[in-house]
C-alpha cells in the first residue's frame, strides 16, 4: 500500500460504509470487458463484509447490474449501475432505474457502426447510453472521441465520459456521485461514514461525494497499488471481522 491513511480495520467495520468501484479496482483491467477475472475468493470476501457491515457494501459501476451480478454470483450486493442509473438498495431487492433519457437510435446505430469498422473495437449497449472499448485498438480513440464529441453536441442532456481506452456516453443527470448520495441517504447506510475505492476519472464525482459527507474517497493507485493491492485489503478485513464475530 501506499501512504494514504486508511482508517483501522475495527474502526472502519462500527462506522464506515464500503462503496467499490468494480473494474480497474476488484478486477483488473481486462482486453474486453468479458474477459475480466474474477479472484475466487472475491464473492465471498464481499459476503462476509456485506455481513459484518449490516449489509452497508455496495458496487457502484458503469456496469450494468446484471453483468456484476454474473461476475460475482451467486453473491448480489446493494449495487448503483451503469453510473447510478440503475440502483439496487439491498441486495436481495429490485433495480430502481433513474427517470432519465436514452440516447437517440441513430447514434446506438452510428457508434456500433464505427467500432464495427474497427478491427478489435468494441460497442457496449447500455440501458441509456453505450461504450466504444478501444483496448484492442488504442489507435482508434482519437477517432471516437471526435465522432461522440460531434454527436453529444446535438443534445446536452448527455455527456461523453473517458474510461480506460473506451469512451462513454451517458445521460448528465446521473453519475457515481449521485449514486452514492443516494444510497447513503436509506438503510443500512445511513448513519455511517461512507468509503469509496475507484481507480479512474469515472469514479471522481463519488470520490468527491464521499468527502464531501464527512467520509473518504480513495484512488486506487495511491491508495492500494493495484487491484491486487485492493483485494487483500478487502480480505484483511474480512478476516478482522471473522475474529470479532468469533470473540
Do not use: N
Not at 44 to 54: D, N, P, Q, T, V
Not at 76 to 100: I, K, N, T
Amino acid at each position: 500500500m501506499t501512504g494514504t491513511t486508511l482508517p483501522a480495520p475495527g474502526e472502519l467495520l462500527r462506522r464506515f460504509a464500503l462503496f467499490l468501484d468494480f473494474d480497474g479496482t476488484l478486477v483488473e483491467i481486462a482486453p474486453t470487458p468479458d474477459a475480466v477475472r474474477v479472484d475466487p475468493a472475491l464473492p465471498a470476501i464481499l459476503s462476509s463484509l456485506h455481513g459484518r457491515l449490516g449489509g452497508a457494501v455496495a458496487l457502484i459501476s458503469g456496469r450494468p447490474l446484471d453483468a456484476l451480478d454474473a461476475f460475482l454470483a451467486p453473491v448480489r450486493l446493494p449495487a448503483a449501475a451503469e453510473h447510478g442509473v440503475a440502483l439496487r438498495r439491498h441486495g436481495d431487492g429490485q433495480p430502481e432505474h433513474a427517470d432519465v433519457p436514452s440516447v437517440p437510435d441513430a447514434w446506438r446505430a452510428q457508434a456500433e457502426a464505427l467500432a464495427s469498422r474497427v478491427p478489435g473495437a468494441i460497442y457496449e449497449p447500455k440501458r441509456h447510453g453505450f461504450a466504444l472499448h478501444a483496448r484492442r485498438a488504442p489507435a482508434a480513440m482519437p477517432t471516437f472521441e471526435a465522432a461522440l464529441r460531434a454527436m453529444i453536441a446535438q443534445d446536452g442532456r448527455f455527456l461523453l465520459l473517458p474510461a480506460h481506452m473506451a469512451w462513454e456516453v451517458k445521460p448528465q443527470a446521473a453519475d457515481k456521485g449521485t449514486a452514492l448520495r443516494a444510497l447513503m441517504a436509506c438503510a443500512p447506510f445511513r448513519g455511517r461514514t461512507p468509503l469509496f475505492v475507484g481507480d479512474d476519472v469515472t469514479d471522481e464525482a463519488a470520490i468527491a461525494a464521499a468527502a464531501a459527507l464527512g467520509g473518504m474517497g480513495l484512488r486506487v493507485g495511491e491508495a492500494f497499488g493495484d487491484p491486487a493491492g485492493v483485494r487483500a485489503w478487502l480480505a484483511g478485513l474480512a478476516e478482522e471481522a471473522g475474529g470479532a464475530a468469533a470473540a
